[in-house]
């Protein structure tokens, strides 16, 4: 009995693998997007939050404004907002990580020197970093209780969509910032090529955006830690392990792919934790090593930076504090680890949502950028065991 379940369970793998892989030879297939987990895939041994997003992290909205526009306009915005009150005068703890500087991260210097968050994240691409400044100044200057306010630091992020987008042409405005502001939202997070993602390239795939969170265990203090990502950048593609890149012979510098390595990626980190500057500098760090497991090699082309903050109401910086003292609550130097750790899995697993969650988009002078190819990637994850065959 034994000896027939065997072959009839061998039998059942092999028919599953055979239309695999005559899905994955019929022509004209139509592209079905995918999450990482909705492949199969589990990124890393620690879970996930309900959404597994960063809005996972309690308070954190996320908007985008997407424009798609003739043929040569592919591009957007999206925003992150630490929390629904007035930023402000209600700022969070906040830190940057810079991987390789080649990008135009606005606000980086006040942010660092203080320590903390003032304004919403704005990601757009590169040339539109000026009006998505302008914008988010307006929106906090109109803000209540910010009437007597004389400078903001707004914080804007970019990468180049240059490949499939009319940059030139500055198409971003700053109503499309206000806009994606106003609608941002909490729960479920729309992704691929979408707000800043709508024109990007990842590892010569269409990239975009995408997310993924953790939730600690009590015993760990059942923090929760979310990452965002623009996704722009080259190097040689790994899956949870899987060399896909060096498999496919599709890889920076080879003779297939001779170009577009450079680009940028954008990393949001948000935690509930209660952090200070210095301790969520170190956990942007950790970040930018979610990205080195996914093949990316921070070229020197590549803006690739890490914007961390905390969410923790017990540690915001309010802007005309009642005492000369603040008294906060710093979570452990030893502590840190496990929030490293879900920082490395969410970003990991956040930039092949980015990938997988991206359709094939054609844009500026005709340039064309497929997606993924997933039920050919879903056949290599089943050979090396990563996911069932029946999944």
Known sequence: MKRFSQIFLIAG????????????????????PLSARQLGLQVGVMEPGKWNAITDVAGVKVGHRTLLKGDSVRTGVTVILP???????????????????????????????????????ALTNTLSVPVAMEAVVEYTLKQSGNEGVQSVNAVVG???????????????????????????ASGKIEQGSVGAGT????????????????????????????????SNFGGVL??????????????????????????????????????????????????????????GIASNGSGDYVLAFSTFSGNRVFHQPKDRVQVIQVLGNDAMSPLFMAAIESTEEAILNSLFLSGPVTGFKGHAVESIPLLKLKALLIEHKKIPAFK
């Open 13 to 32: 793998c092999f028919f599953a693998e055979a239309k695999l892989s005559a899905q994955v030879k019929k022509e004209g297939a139509v592209f079905e």
């Open 83 to 121: 929390h629904d009150g007035n930023l402000f005068q209600e700022k969070v703890p906040a830190a940057v990580f810079v991987g390789n500087g080649f990008g135009k991260l606005a606000g980086t210097t006040q942010l660092m020197e203080l320590g903390n968050l003032e304004t919403p994240i």
């Open 158 to 184: 970019e990468t180049n969509d240059g490949w499939l987008n009319d940059i030139r042409g500055m198409h971003v405005q700053k109503s499309d910032v206000i806009q994606a502001i106003s609608t941002a």
């Open 199 to 230: 024109g990007t390239v990842c590892f010569n795939y269409k990239g975009g955006i995408g997310t993924a969170s953790r939730k600690l265990p009590a015993s760990l203090g059942g923090y929760t830690v979310g990452v965002l990502v623009q």
């Open 238 to 295: 790994q899956i949870d392990g899987v060399p896909v890149g060096e498999i496919w012979k599709q890889f920076s510098f080879s003779n297939h792919l001779q170009n577009r390595v450079d680009g940028s990626c954008m990393i949001v980190v948000a935690t509930d934790a209660p952090l200070d500057s210095r301790n969520l500098e170190r956990l942007a760090k950790r970040a930018f090593m979610g990205l080195a497991k996914t093949g």
